[in-house]
């Protein structure tokens, strides 16, 4: 690490949500739709197939951690990590605070109004735009974050490209 790195304070923080239970529910009632359908093997399958999986994305999506990690931010859901994205401060053209709209919803998809989008709840989000696309990390922080990650801008633009080495 070397000195400016050093003396650069990081970033940290997790989002709760409770819509994961919203995914517990629907797998109880894919289990019991399973255990109803028993004697149907191919049903009974498709449904706790379908129980299993909501139990894994309600896992996987209970709150969206965001922080610093370095030479890049790292974005993830948890605790079960499924899904998660890391990027390169030197890949960050410009940063902004923003909201989502209703239709951008919970989780991770592409918007046609502003690329990726990276949520759990809330309607306040950074608006991160790269030299290749876009996302938008939804997050109850919306101020720090966006003060953060301007700051790491200003710094990597300072210094020489060090990741495509």
Not at 14 to 42: D, H
Not at 53 to 67: A, C, I, K, N, R
Not at 150 to 157: K, N, P, V
Request: charged residues 20%.
């Amino acid at each position: 690490m070397n000195e400016s790195q050093s003396e650069f304070p990081t970033y940290h923080h997790t989002q709760k949500t409770p819509w994961y239970v919203l995914l517990y529910a629907l797998a109880v009632g894919f289990a019991i739709a399973g255990w109803c359908f028993r004697a149907e093997f191919s049903l009974e399958a498709t449904f706790l197939g379908t129980s299993f999986l909501m139990v894994l994305l309600g896992t996987s999506l209970q709150d969206l951690t965001v922080e610093d990690e370095g030479q890049q931010l790292a974005i993830h859901f948890g605790p079960l990590r499924l899904f998660q994205k890391r990027i390169w401060y030197e890949d960050i053209v410009a940063v902004g605070k923003g909201r989502l709209g209703l239709n951008d919803g919970w989780g991770i998809h592409w918007s046609p109004w502003g690329g990726w989008v990276w949520s759990v709840r809330g309607r306040d989000c950074i608006h991160v735009r790269l030299k290749r696309g876009a996302i938008r990390i939804g997050t109850d922080d919306p101020d720090l974050l966006a003060a953060f990650l301007s700051r790491r801008i200003a710094q990597h633009l300072q210094a020489p490209c060090s990741h495509y080495k």
